[in-house]
């Protein structure tokens, strides 16, 4: 299944806010603004649910394996 199916933005904008939330120690409105510079408007609500989204998904993919 299709992980980005029906999300507004584009698969990399998605996978590196979530990647900057998990590396680093950033807040969401910080990466709001590492976006915001990007050309990319996006809320801090969004991007929780990116990575909450995300998280669960490896997890779940880890416990199957």
């Known amino acids: 299944m299709n992980a980005f ?5 584009e698969s990399h904008i998605i996978l590196m ?3 900057w939330y998990l590396q680093y ?3 969401y409105r910080d990466i709001v603004e590492l976006l915001k ?3 990319v408007q996006v ?10 989204s995300m998280v669960l ?4 993919a880890f416990v199957v394996s």
């Open 25 to 27: 120690s950033l807040s």
């Open 43 to 52: 809320s801090h609500t969004t991007i929780m649910r990116w990575v909450t």
């Open 57 to 60: 998904r490896s997890i779940n």
């Open 37 to 39: 510079e990007r050309g």
């Open 5 to 9: 199916k029906w999300k507004h933005f």
């Open 17 to 19: 806010a979530v990647r």
